[in-house]
């Protein structure tokens, strides 16, 4: 059974500064940061809101974060799906292998890599 995507949740972008993304993504393209999303040391990095749908994770840097299995989270897209529990059915019954994590105050995050390596995250839409 396929994953139910229901739309595009975000993409994560890396830069060198702060400054970059606050000058590009915020005045430059006039790009709202998310408010319940606030800058951390820890994280180095800035959510941006698109409207009421979407956003786009500026991270700051070289240091790339991890799921707890140690796979690396750099650049990647997310997509929406209906049912993340679905989506996890689906992954187990093909056999592919994905690390999971819940962010504070979000929820489940799916990470799994297509055919080609790229590193896809599937989120609660």
């Known amino acids: 059974m396929a994953i139910k995507i229901v739309g595009l949740q975000h993409a994560n972008i890396r ?9 590009f993504y ?10 319940g999303m606030p800058w951390s040391e820890e994280r180095r990095l800035i959510w941006w809101n698109l409207g009421k749908n979407g956003q ?11 799921t ?5 989270i750099g650049s990647h897209f997310a997509l929406a799906v209906a049912d993340v ?5 689906t992954l187990d019954a093909e056999g592919i292998q994905y690390d999971e ?9 799916l990470f799994v890599n297509d055919p080609a390596g790229n590193l ?3 989120f609660q839409g």
């Not at 786009?56 to 991890?66: A, D, F, K, Q, Y």
């Not at 529990?85 to 059915?89: D, H, L, N, T």
């Open 15 to 23: 830069l060198q500064t702060q400054e970059q993304a606050q000058d």
């Open 26 to 35: 915020g005045r430059i393209l006039g790009l709202e940061r998310d408010p």
């Open 56 to 66: 786009l994770h500026t991270p700051i840097g070289e240091r790339v974060n991890s």
């Open 68 to 72: 707890p299995s140690g796979r690396p």
């Open 85 to 89: 529990q679905e989506a996890k059915r």
């Open 101 to 109: 994590q819940t962010l504070p105050g979000r929820g489940l995050q």
């Open 120 to 122: 896809v995250e599937l």
